[in-house]
């Protein structure tokens, strides 16, 4: 374990007498810190709303019964909040907002005084507008603190063997629309299923971007090839759930194509 870690870890057994509630979202970086509070007093909550996969939250419920830990599931419905369903710019603010008021309200509840997320070094210097929710609510990101980054967040996942150490990350799924567009439920769960086709035909990491009746594929360009010798049958399978017109990004799989 380098430096980095052993630190955290000291931090976090500090932190241990004030009772820790993570949010725990079933993504590697929240996977990793989670277990490496699994001896301590630790509660997970997982947010279960319609901008998560069915497979996110059973990855999520098993993982934390593996470790034997307290978890617990709040339900959140996106759409009760008018704005959300325009999906504008402010959208992951807001949507955090809500989530880490009502983390906030359950740690309280239950004598955990010290809350925490998985947001990794790395995320602080990109746009993520939800991250202004953890300064607001004086959540803390341990990762982001320490200057922990992905790629070792990844490696020591790896050195530990905990087994989804190389799986992609799936942000949530309103990435998949521009900003404005109204987010309907029907639309939302087409492009969960879409996604879920191309992972199926070797593409696991992949983004579907719905443009109205365009969707806008986007998986590695180290994949281009294969995708190209299997797509009469991508396009067949997608087509038969709704897609109209399909179309391949030549600029391949990035984070936060949608903000430009």
Do not use: W
């Not at 997970?44 to 059973?58: G, L, M, N, P, R």
Request: proline fraction near 3%; glycine fraction near 6%; include cysteine.
């Amino acid at each position: 374990m380098n430096n980095k870690f052993e630190k955290l870890s000291e931090f976090l057994t500090q932190k241990e007498k004030q009772g820790i509630c993570l949010a725990f979202s079933g993504g590697i970086d929240s996977m990793l810190l989670l277990y490496l509070c699994r001896n301590m007093n630790v509660t997970a909550v997982t947010f279960k709303s319609v901008f998560q996969t069915e497979e996110e939250i059973i990855e999520a419920e098993a993982f934390a019964k593996q470790c034997s830990l307290k978890h617990t599931i709040i339900n959140f419905n996106p759409f009760e909040n008018s704005e959300l369903r325009f999906n504008p710019k402010n959208r992951c603010y807001l949507c955090k907002k809500i989530m880490f008021s009502s983390l906030k309200n359950f740690a309280e509840k239950n004598g955990l005084n010290f809350i925490a997320d998985g947001t990794n070094f790395n995320d602080i210097n990109v746009y993520r507008p939800g991250l202004k929710v953890l300064e607001e609510l004086e959540i803390s990101s341990p990762f982001a603190e320490f200057e922990i980054t992905k790629s070792e967040i990844r490696e020591m996942a790896k050195e530990l063997g905990l087994k989804d150490c190389l799986k992609p990350s799936k942000p949530c799924i309103a990435t998949r629309f521009p900003y404005g567009t109204n987010l309907e439920e029907t639309k939302i769960e087409i492009v969960k299923q879409g996604e879920k086709i191309l992972a199926k035909n070797g593409f696991e990491a992949n983004r579907l971007r719905l443009h109205g009746d365009v969707a806008r594929l986007e998986i590695t360009p180290q994949k281009f090839n294969e995708f190209l010798e299997k797509r009469e049958d991508i396009i067949k399978s997608l087509k038969a759930i709704g897609f109209k017109y399909i179309t391949l990004d030549a600029e391949g799989l990035r984070s936060g194509s949608m903000d430009i």
